[in-house]
């Protein structure tokens, strides 16, 4: 049964699609059968995977609003263990067409819940927004991840996409969590970056990922090339933090393959 994680922030620019694609492509080294869903209509993530958004029959928006099957529009990738359902610019027009659907805030969970049979793993890329469509992500969604960017307007927003989430959490998904907030664009030689990363584990603690994510031009370089960072460039600083960060999320839902008696090395009396 796939867990299904939405990478949120209506901020833009804060790693959301690098964080989507790279994080799925790493569970996907990881052995773990990933499917990354571009609900982005700039289809980022679709193409940072090295598929073109305008040669694909269909996307997301037609799963949500037409109704055609998930499983009709999946599309394999170069990644190992990774699938990616693929968005569209049409995503744009979707809020407008979902208006008078009766559970429009369900579409995407209807859409995603015949999925979770065959992933271990349903990675949801949003939009920089808090429109509909990322509501209906957070309704389908079992917790989200919070990319906040090392930078003076990192906390800008995070108390209005807190409360929206709680909304959520109140009205539509009541099971919804955060799996975790997770500092991005770190560069430890910066002050003002080791300030934003010192307020953010103030004020979140355990909410907060140990992995940080650091400036990395491999990571920047990897989606003009159609590829994730473990394709681009598997020995980048950018590709050991994303590896890092899945190992975090496996640890933290009790998913490791080595189970918790096995990693002791039992004591035996000195012959």
Request: glycine share 6%; hydrophobic share 40%; proline share 4%.
């Amino acid at each position: 049964m796939a867990k299904i994680i939405a990478i949120v922030n209506q901020k833009g620019g804060v790693g959301k699609t690098t964080t989507a694609i790279n994080l799925a492509a790493c569970l996907g080294i990881l052995e773990r059968r990933t499917l990354v869903v571009d609900a982005d209509p700039q289809a980022n993530a679709t193409s940072g995977t090295g598929l073109d958004p305008r040669e694909t029959k269909a996307s997301i928006y037609e799963c949500i609003v037409n109704g055609t099957p998930a499983t009709e529009v999946v599309h394999a990738t170069d990644n190992p263990n990774l699938d990616m359902l693929p968005g569209s610019i049409d995503l744009v027009g979707a809020e407008i067409e979902m208006i008078d659907m009766p559970q429009r805030e369900h579409q995407m969970k209807k859409v995603l819940d015949p999925l979770r049979d065959q992933y271990d793993f349903i990675i949801i890329d949003c939009s920089p927004s808090l429109g509909l469509v990322t509501v209906n992500a957070l309704v389908a969604a079992d917790s989200v991840i919070i990319p906040v960017q090392c930078e003076y307007f990192a906390l800008e927003g995070l108390g209005k996409l807190l409360n929206t989430i709680k909304i959520i959490q109140q009205r539509l998904n009541p099971e919804l969590l955060i799996e975790g907030m997770l500092l991005t664009m770190y560069d430890s030689r910066l002050r003002l970056a080791n300030q934003v990363v010192e307020e953010v584990k103030t004020h979140f603690q355990q909410l907060v990922f140990d992995t940080v994510i650091h400036r990395n031009v491999a990571l920047g370089e990897a989606p003009s090339h159609g590829q994730t960072i473990v394709m681009h460039d598997a020995s980048s600083k950018g590709a050991v933090n994303y590896l890092n960060l899945a190992r975090e999320i496996l640890q933290k839902n009790d998913m490791t393959r080595i189970k918790e008696e096995e990693r002791t090395i039992p004591v035996t009396e000195a012959q």
